[in-house]
């Protein structure tokens, strides 16, 4: 069993949530703080041994010598996957899967828009104009083409689930060799597997992985010409996790017929970046419309981990040093 004695918290909660929080935190002292308030987080951390974060783990959450629980409330914790919380042997969690049906979504809606050439078709009806996009006849729905995850956490197994509704063939890759629901092929690096299956095979690539050193710039030069002329690429992940230039090469060069892209490697993306400009790219500023009971899918996660913490049971959204990022 594992004590909460004290509690900081910069998470601006609102009600009910907060009182929910509060009450599974009870009997521990809690310590609400804002975000910009120093010397009152340097104050709470001098006695507390957990923290629920409104962002990622800075250098001064991480003066807190009693800390052996962190909570960041968002997904893709790559920037507190920090070498030193794992030598404190400190638990890491976060709030993956909160927002993974919109985000599915968000994926299908670039797969869609892509596909149906959604550029070309309201420059068309800017024009006032009915019809003739070159080649538009021999386009093809998404129904029977084939989709490859990289990354079956929660935004990617949705997105699974979602794509076989659309009657597509779906290849995911992982760390772990677990059976996933709506996968029709798995491939594992536990057991030796690579990726290239689905970049050989895959009409549409979508990338759900975590940002680590092992993922950092993983879809390269290389890897991009082992994709399908006819294919596209979608990154719902990190920027990071594409080599960026070599993509914009890419799309250029017609090695693949497009991407879309919700994140890039600095954000936000300057304006005099060429990725603005590659051609059949779509780009959204890392920006999803949110699930309609979020807070209340944080407060949940929250509690559950609170009630494994005590208990002494895995927890929820735990990274490992696996997810180390260093290179950012």
């Not at 993956?96 to 919109?102: C, D, H, I, L, Q």
């Not at 979602?162 to 890759?173: H, I």
């Not at 594992?188 to 690539?205: I, T, V």
Request: charged residues 20%; glycine residues 8%.
């Amino acid at each position: 069993m594992n004590q909460l004695q004290s509690v900081l918290i910069t998470l601006p909660m609102p009600e009910p949530y907060l009182s929910t929080l509060l009450q599974t935190l009870h009997p521990a002292t809690v310590h609400l703080c804002q975000n910009n308030d120093a010397e009152g987080i340097k104050k709470a951390l001098e006695t507390a041994d957990a923290a629920i974060l409104n962002g990622d783990i800075t250098d001064l959450i991480m003066t807190g010598e009693k800390l052996r629980w962190i909570h960041c409330d968002h997904s893709g914790l790559t920037r507190s996957a920090r070498p030193d919380v794992f030598r404190r042997g400190i638990a890491v969690t976060g709030s993956a899967g909160r927002s993974a049906p919109t985000l599915a979504e968000h994926a299908i809606l670039f797969m869609l828009a892509l596909t149906y050439d959604l550029h070309g078709l309201h420059e068309l009806q800017k024009k006032h104009q009915w019809g003739g996009l070159p080649g538009y006849n021999d386009r093809r729905g998404l129904i029977g083409k084939t989709v490859g995850i990289i990354g079956l956490g929660h935004t990617g197994k949705a997105l699974a689930v979602r794509c076989k509704a659309f009657g597509m063939q779906v290849l995911g890759y992982r760390r772990r060799a677990e059976p996933v629901e709506c996968v029709d092929r798995l491939y594992a690096r536990n057991q030796g597997d690579g990726f290239e299956p689905l970049l050989q095979e895959s009409d549409y690539l979508v990338l759900t992985t975590q940002l680590s050193d092992e993922t950092y710039h993983m879809i390269d030069a290389g890897a991009l010409r082992k994709m399908k002329p006819t294919a596209y690429l979608i990154n719902m992940c990190r920027g990071s996790v594409v080599d960026e230039p070599a993509l914009i090469e890419a799309l250029n060069g017609g090695v693949i017929a497009g991407a879309g892209v919700d994140t890039t490697e600095v954000e936000p993306l300057p304006a005099d970046s060429p990725l603005w400009d590659a051609k059949n790219l779509m780009l959204t500023p890392h920006n999803t419309p949110t699930v309609p009971n979020r807070w209340e899918r944080s407060c949940s996660i929250i509690c559950e981990n609170a009630a494994r913490f005590r208990e002494g049971r895995a927890l929820l959204n735990q990274i490992t040093p696996q997810d180390v990022y260093t290179k950012g």
